[in-house]
């Protein structure tokens, strides 16, 4: 078809003010891809900073686990060291940053909601900041993983009493008879205490005895009576029963460190002619 052909069809003129607009808008629209924004923050001194209102916002912290407190309606999330903004309307958003539960540092941010792209925002601190901050998660990883060792202990000095009250050896125990200086000692009137049995592990004895109450009325037998007679004593539990009657008993469990030397056998030299 002759692109000079006349349709019969008129289109109406375009008023000049039209045609700017929409060249202005034509060049927001290709310049709306936002980089993310550096931002240093000083903790104690509050920063304001535009979000995207409607939008899910990025927040890039120092942090390894960070922890936001707000009283905002904005919705917040964190992931790994990223903080995650969204707010519904244009109410500012106030709210707080700090490592974890340690409220030695903490950043203070005012989030402004505009009619913007979605933004992410990373947040840096100074060089004193960053240096009080180490220390911080340093002590806090020396001191999770202490703890962290010391529940396992735990729950396996529980696992080894429980095996003992149901009539188990705990593997890697050996039982036998115990020694004059093998002895349980408990410092609480009116019991007597006998001691029968010894599992000797690695390091670890479990020296195993009766209790029984030798007075006239019932008492409630005292296991931190038997910690304090010597150092090695690790834990202590009575089974089944820590309540006695008149001349009731129960069985009683005492875990000690054995020492170092203890544990090691003797090794015949082959110096000697008893080469097999």
Same mark, same amino acid.
């Given at each position: 078809?002759?692109?000079?052909?006349?349709?019969?069809?008129?289109?109406?003129?375009?008023?000049?003010?039209?045609?700017?607009?929409?060249?202005?808008?034509?060049?927001?629209?290709?310049?709306?891809?936002?980089?993310?924004?550096?931002?240093?923050?000083?903790?104690?001194?509050?920063?304001?900073?535009?979000?995207?209102?409607?939008?899910?916002?990025?927040?890039?912290?120092?942090?390894?686990?960070?922890?936001?407190?707000?009283?905002?309606?904005?919705?917040?999330?964190?992931?790994?060291?990223?903080?995650?903004?969204?707010?519904?309307?244009?109410?500012?958003?106030?709210?707080?940053?700090?490592?974890?539960?340690?409220?030695?540092?903490?950043?203070?941010?005012?989030?402004?909601?505009?009619?913007?792209?979605?933004?992410?925002?990373?947040?840096?601190?100074?060089?004193?900041?960053?240096?009080?901050?180490?220390?911080?998660?340093?002590?806090?990883?020396?001191?999770?993983?202490?703890?962290?060792?010391?529940?396992?202990?735990?729950? =396996?000095?529980? !696992?080894?009493?429980?095996?003992?009250?149901?009539?188990?050896? @705990?593997?890697?125990? $050996?039982?036998?008879? /115990? &020694?004059?200086?093998?002895?349980?000692?408990?410092?609480?009137?009116?019991?007597?205490?006998?001691?029968?049995?010894?599992?000797?592990?690695?390091?670890?004895?479990?020296?195993?005895?009766?209790?029984?109450?030798?007075?006239?009325?019932?008492?409630?037998?005292?296991?931190?009576?038997?910690?304090?007679?010597?150092?090695?004593?690790?834990?202590?539990?009575?089974?089944?029963?820590?309540?006695?009657? =008149?001349?009731? !008993?129960?069985?009683?469990?005492?875990?000690?460190?054995?020492? @170092?030397?203890?544990? $090691?056998?003797?090794? /015949? &030299?082959?110096?000697?002619?008893?080469?097999?």
């Amino acid at each position: 078809m002759d692109q000079n052909t006349d349709l019969g069809i008129e289109l109406p003129p375009v008023d000049a003010s039209v045609l700017q607009a929409a060249n202005r808008q034509a060049a927001a629209t290709s310049t709306t891809s936002v980089a993310p924004q550096h931002i240093q923050v000083k903790p104690g001194i509050n920063e304001l900073m535009p979000i995207a209102v409607g939008h899910l916002n990025r927040l890039v912290t120092p942090f390894e686990h960070p922890v936001v407190t707000t009283t905002s309606q904005a919705t917040t999330s964190t992931k790994g060291k990223i903080v995650y903004v969204a707010t519904a309307d244009e109410t500012p958003v106030t709210l707080y940053i700090t490592p974890g539960d340690n409220q030695d540092i903490a950043l203070s941010l005012t989030l402004i909601p505009k009619r913007i792209p979605a933004r992410e925002i990373h947040l840096s601190l100074d060089q004193d900041s960053y240096k009080l901050l180490s220390k911080l998660q340093s002590s806090s990883n020396t001191s999770g993983k202490i703890g962290d060792q010391q529940q396992a202990y735990i729950a =396996q000095i529980k !696992s080894l009493f429980r095996d003992l009250g149901l009539q188990k050896t @705990p593997p890697g125990f $050996s039982l036998r008879d /115990p &020694s004059q200086g093998e002895q349980i000692q408990c410092l609480q009137d009116r019991v007597q205490i006998k001691t029968g049995q010894v599992l000797e592990g690695h390091d670890l004895l479990i020296l195993v005895g009766v209790a029984r109450n030798t007075g006239l009325k019932p008492l409630e037998f005292d296991e931190r009576s038997c910690a304090t007679t010597q150092d090695e004593v690790l834990a202590v539990a009575a089974w089944p029963k820590v309540v006695l009657g =008149q001349n009731e !008993s129960t069985e009683l469990y005492v875990a000690v460190r054995q020492a @170092p030397d203890a544990s $090691s056998a003797l090794r /015949p &030299s082959l110096l000697n002619g008893s080469q097999p």
